[in-house]
């Protein structure tokens, strides 16, 4: 049980003060510490808002291109949300959305805390097919349209939103694949109830199931099911593609999806918008790396 006294609370910052002096490799550890540190003196009454905005400011260029960065911004952003500061809010969410967009659980936090879905995100990583194949999403498919569908066998009414992806494939004369998820964990990642349906989806493989961070970054945490339409650049229409299946209503895509995969191709290269492999390790996002730390107005 902890001693709830002021004595401990002492001790408390003492040793956070410690901690803190440990130099910035070490970042993963110090940066709890950090933050109570500067919640401590934000709290105080008589601290100017320009000196509470600066402290935030200071301790995102001080982790900036460290391994606890991604952690340390989704802690600023609450703290400048708190303030009510739209300015310096909106910087640190936007260097949150473009540094980290492959990362689950940035996704999941900028989408639960504040809503940030549609265009402004992408469905990412990399996955094994149920064949052994590894995809890369969005690299390995740039310049053309799909959807990735989350499911599960429990999902409520899972014939009739299988249905309804298939009947909108047809509508598209198959201009596009379907990668599916399975969030039961199941050894064959689910082909025998996609092939029951005569579904012709990739298979992927998501040995934890509804617990993969995969889904936990992009799906929708109170469903079993999340279908992802993605178009040539990776965006996916987010909350609202689910939205549409659960009312039972047609897939909506025509909005986000491109038609012409030659034209699509030819839009994410001249946008920047795509990922170039120089090796088997090493992948850059020539659209979210910048090659500065983050500055504020």
């Known amino acids: 049980m902890i001693n709830n006294t002021q004595e401990s609370r002492d001790d408390v910052f003492a040793t956070a003060r410690e901690i803190v002096k440990a130099p910035m490799e070490f970042s993963?550890?110090?940066?709890q510490p950090d933050i109570l540190l500067m919640r401590a003196k934000m709290a105080a009454g008589d601290m100017p808002m320009e000196t509470r905005l600066k402290s935030i400011q200071e301790m995102a260029e001080l982790y900036y291109e460290t391994e606890a960065e991604a952690t340390c911004l989704m802690h600023?952003?609450?703290?400048?949300?708190?303030?009510?500061?739209?300015?310096?809010?909106?910087?640190?969410?936007?260097n949150l959305n473009s540094r980290f967009a492959q990362d689950a659980e940035v996704a999941a936090f900028l989408r639960e805390r504040f809503g940030v879905s549609k265009r402004d995100m992408r469905f990412s990583g990399t996955f094994r097919t149920l064949k052994g194949e590894t995809i890369s999403f969005p690299v390995d498919l740039v310049g053309h349209n799909y959807m990735v569908c989350f499911w599960s066998t429990k999902t409520p009414d899972l014939q009739k939103r299988f249905a309804l992806v298939k009947e909108y494939q047809a509508k598209s004369d198959d201009t596009f694949k379907v990668f599916s998820f399975n969030l039961d964990a199941l050894e064959d990642a689910g082909q025998s109830v996609l092939t029951e349906n005569s579904l012709d989806w990739t298979a992927m493989n998501q040995p934890k199931g509804i617990n993969s961070k995969a889904f936990l970054g992009f799906g929708h945490a109170k469903s079993s099911y999340t279908l992802l339409p993605c178009n040539a650049m990776g965006y996916s229409?987010?909350?609202s593609s689910n939205r549409h299946m659960m009312h039972e209503s047609d897939v909506d895509v025509s909005s986000i999806l491109n038609e012409d995969h030659y034209l699509s191709l030819m839009q994410a290269l001249s946008c920047g918008h795509f990922l170039i492999s120089e090796s088997d390790d090493l992948r850059l996002n020539l659209s979210v790396c910048p090659t500065t730390s983050p500055t504020f107005s």
Do not use: H, S, Y
């Open 76 to 94: 600023l952003t609450m703290a400048a949300k708190d303030l009510e500061d739209a300015t310096v809010f909106n910087e640190l969410k936007l």
């Open 237 to 239: 229409l987010g909350k």
């Open 28 to 31: 993963k550890i110090r940066l």
